[in-house]
């Protein structure tokens, strides 16, 4: 069991930047995949990017790759997304997920992970 809470976003202009949290509370933070998924209005849930356990590894949608960094610090309880150069098409309802992890595996589906906070609102204009 874990909770999750998303927090961090707000409105911006194009090529600003923004940094998502992800608070967890719960079981110890560091057996679980941290999972970022993005929804605009109309749209399906998106993949973001996710992050192993040790936070050895990312991975990322290739719409975000070199812009978007996910992390995490096991210590704090908190992974992050640190989002810059963003774009209009990167407004969204952005949300944190995570699924227990007995070993380190790429998750890419939202139907894949079992725990996902509220959601934060980033909107980027033009």
């Known amino acids: 069991q874990v909770q999750l809470v998303e927090s961090g976003g707000g409105l911006v202009q194009a090529g600003d930047s923004l940094r998502l949290s992800c608070a967890a509370s719960?079981?110890?933070?560091?057996?679980?995949?941290v999972g970022w998924f993005r929804q605009a209005p109309g749209k399906e849930r998106e993949f973001v990017a996710t992050?192993?356990?040790?936070?050895?590894?990312?991975y990322y949608t290739d719409s975000v790759k070199g812009r978007f960094t996910i992390s995490r610090d096991n210590a704090k309880n908190t992974a992050y997304l640190q989002m810059n150069s963003l774009k209009p098409e990167d407004t969204a309802v952005y949300y944190c997920?995570?699924?227990?992890?007995?070993?380190?595996?790429?998750?890419?589906?939202?139907?894949?992970?079992?725990?996902w906070g509220q959601g934060t609102q980033v909107t980027v204009s033009s």
């Open positions: 997920a995570a699924d227990y992890a007995f070993r380190d595996r790429r998750i890419t589906g939202a139907n894949e992970y079992a725990y």
């Open positions: 992050i192993t356990r040790s936070g050895g590894t990312t």
């Open positions: 719960g079981r110890p933070f560091s057996s679980y995949t």
